[in-house]
């Protein structure tokens, strides 16, 4: 039987999905037994030209990390998926956006003029820029237009599964690993997890009085070892998240802060997270409501942290 071909590729993210491939272990040599990696920048020697000669759908599979933040990743999301059969979002960038994507607070003026001028290590006297072209007496520089928003991949073009997490749990790459090797992939659009209910699913925690008078940063409490991190006043996403990461986070103190996207049937995670966060709160008057949502810190990068780009604002209107 022929080998598979997969490629992979790495766009608006931190790397972080890469380390995640490798995290399956030992069964990469199961993997290396029926599969080729016929593309995959960060650790092989193939060229874009090399994936252009290929004739369409010759990949069985890709696996896509990362957001839409310039044009080059754009092009390359449009490549591959000429080139695959299988299109998947791989982890929390590719499926909402992710961490990048709470750049879409701002636009490309505002994020240029912080990073090349106003952080306190630059030193740009002449107020230079990034310019997609440029003319040089050798001919002509191109470098990638950088888009004023972060977009996911199924904004770009047609994504067929989705592996969650920031990044992947190694037991979740290898479930739809193991489906591809097996022919055995579910029906197309499905999010392939061992859990399609909440983290709350997977989570040891006990939960039973839901009332909270103040919420808390986690460096500011030491919290109970075995109650559900939200009824002490701290933020967990586990009741708006996706389960099938076995719930790591809470167990180790920290609150779930969402990585494995909404659980099925959500359209906004963040107001999914919202509401379940507005129905804890232990009181009826406005005056002491208004005082317990005031002690929410960062309260985008806490109900959006990866999700901003797929919700339904998607961005911040700039005037
Ligand atoms: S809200 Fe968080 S800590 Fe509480 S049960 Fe759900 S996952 Fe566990
Ligand atoms: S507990 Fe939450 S943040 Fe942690 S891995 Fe699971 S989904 Fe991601």
Request: with cysteine; glycine share 8%.
């Amino acid at each position: 039987m022929a080998k598979l071909k997969i490629a992979l590729y790495w766009a608006a993210s931190c790397g972080g999905c890469e380390i995640a491939q490798l995290q399956i272990g030992d069964k990469i040599l199961k993997l290396a037994e029926v599969a080729d990696i016929v593309f995959w920048p960060v650790a092989i020697d193939a060229k874009y030209k090399d994936v252009e000669a290929m004739p369409e759908k010759s990949i069985d599979v890709c696996l896509f990390n990362g957001g839409i933040r310039n044009s080059e990743q754009e092009h390359l999301a449009k490549m591959l998926r000429e080139k695959s059969k299988v299109m998947i979002a791989y982890g929390a960038c590719a499926s909402e956006g992710g961490i990048p994507g709470l750049a879409n607070l701002f636009n490309r003026e505002l994020i240029f003029q912080r990073v090349y001028l106003e952080t306190p290590s630059t030193d740009n006297k002449d107020k230079v820029f990034p310019q997609p072209k440029y003319k040089v007496p050798e001919g002509e520089l191109n470098i990638p237009e950088f888009y004023d928003t972060v977009r996911t991949l199924a904004q770009t073009v047609d994504v067929d599964y989705t592996i969650p997490g920031c990044p992947p749990e190694a037991r979740t790459t290898w479930l739809a690993l193991e489906a591809l090797i097996e022919g055995k992939l579910p029906p197309k659009g499905t999010v392939i997890t061992h859990n399609a209910k909440a983290v709350c699913d997977d989570c040891p925690r006990k939960r039973d009085v839901k009332k909270v008078k103040k919420f808390y940063r986690t460096f500011e409490i030491i919290p109970e070892p075995e109650i559900c991190l939200l009824e002490q006043g701290l933020l967990c996403a586990g009741i708006a998240t996706r389960g099938g990461c076995e719930a790591p986070c809470p167990q180790a103190n920290m609150p779930c802060t969402g990585c494995y996207g909404p659980v099925d049937g959500v359209i906004d995670q963040g107001a999914h997270f919202l509401s379940g966060v507005s129905s804890v709160i232990d009181s009826n008057d406005p005056t002491e409501i208004d005082k317990i949502i005031a002690g929410i810190h960062d309260p985008v990068g806490i109900f959006y942290r990866y999700s901003l780009a797929d919700s339904l604002l998607r961005r911040a209107r700039i005037k």
